[in-house]
């Protein structure tokens, strides 16, 4: 219901689960509770906004939570850096077609080389906020800026391509009142061992949550 990802190290930075779940609960219990205002720390950090949408027919509580005006900054950016100010051609999916890694790369695609940090950066924290379907392709970009070539150029591009189509896209959270005083946590880990086959690097992490019965 209320989802956050979290490293190794920020966890021991905030003092371990106990204070992050604390922190949690906290949002959690503002976020859905029937007094709660719209009123969210995390827009003006990275531009997180969170819409109520209507209850389910058993009373269910959910929220929209996006990063549209963020998103579409990054797009316009982009465009204004790389493409003249004209519009992206918007694509269906983030990541390269398995067909196009290793061939040459289209004469439409910038090098991005030089702007490939400034974009990238900004695409983590989508991927942090409310965008985990970036998240391969951009961990993928933002591994290889000291080895950077042309297919990274077109990987980057079509990562653009794909957000200027999906600027509204976000998580929707789910809270239940009868889950209100009963909401546990929990954290996963995963260690894949070489999800990048290219530099044989660890991609996964640590994702931290709150649930209940209901939520």
Not at 14 to 39: I, L
Not at 72 to 101: I, N
Not at 130 to 149: E, H, N, S
């Amino acid at each position: 219901l209320s989802s956050r990802f979290f490293t190794v190290e920020a966890l021991a930075i905030a003092g371990g689960t106990g204070r992050v779940a604390a922190g949690m609960e906290v949002s959690y219990r503002v976020t859905f509770r029937p007094e709660s205002k719209d009123d969210y720390e995390c827009e003006e950090f990275i531009g997180i906004q969170a819409q109520a949408l209507e209850p389910m027919k058993d009373g269910c509580r959910r929220i929209i939570m996006h990063q549209t005006t963020y998103a579409q900054h990054l797009v316009d950016d982009f465009e204004k850096d790389h493409y003249g100010g004209k519009e992206l051609r918007h694509v269906s999916t983030p990541s390269l077609a398995r067909d196009e890694v290793g061939r040459s790369v289209p004469a439409y695609v910038p090098d991005l080389k030089a702007t490939a940090q400034k974009h990238g950066g900004g695409l983590l924290w989508l991927c942090r906020g409310t965008r985990p379907d970036l998240c391969a392709a951009v961990t993928k970009i933002t591994r290889r800026y000291t080895v950077w070539d042309r297919e990274c150029d077109h990987l980057l591009y079509r990562i653009f391509q794909y957000l200027k189509g999906t600027v509204n896209l976000g998580i929707v959270l789910y809270g239940h009142p009868d889950d209100w005083d009963n909401i546990q946590f929990a954290v996963e880990c995963d260690a894949d061992h070489g999800g990048d086959p290219a530099e044989t690097k660890s991609t996964s992490g640590v994702f931290a949550y709150l649930y209940g019965e209901k939520s």
